[in-house]
């Protein structure tokens, strides 16, 4: 009683969105700005500059988001998707300077299968 239950380091997922888009003109910044709103109403958070993760709790989930990020796509630009399990993005080594972090930890989530 009280245990918490946590997906599998092996077949929850990382869904990183790594985005190059145009931002010169003025429809550019504002179709830069929408996608980058959208991402983060997804639920996707800023790890650099246009990159951005979001954790999903199955493989199963994360195709689901990555279909939703397709339906969001700009005019113009490049943008690239790529998964990672939990494990292979603990593994992850962060630096601040010259000193390492931890990367960030997976959200808090009640799990209802």
């Known amino acids: 009683m009280g245990q918490r239950l946590t997906p ?8 990183f ?3 190059d888009l145009p931002v ?3 429809k550019d910044r504002k179709n830069y700005m929408q996608f980058r709103k959208a991402l983060i109403r997804e639920g996707f958070m800023m790890l650099q500059y246009s990159v951005y993760a ?6 199963d989930r994360a195709l ?20 990672i399990t939990d494990r292979q993005f603990g593994k992850m080594h ?20």
Request: proline share 7%; charged share 30%; net charge positive.
């Open 8 to 15: 599998s380091e092996y077949r929850a997922m990382w869904l």
């Open 17 to 19: 969105a790594m985005f």
């Open 24 to 26: 010169k003109k003025a």
């Open 54 to 59: 979001r954790y999903c709790a199955s493989e």
């Open 64 to 83: 689901n988001v990555r279909r939703r990020v397709q339906s969001m796509l700009p005019p113009k630009g490049q943008i690239r998707l790529v998964s």
């Open 94 to 113: 962060v630096f601040q300077g010259i000193k390492r972090q931890k990367p960030e930890a997976r959200p808090d989530q009640l799990m209802l299968f």
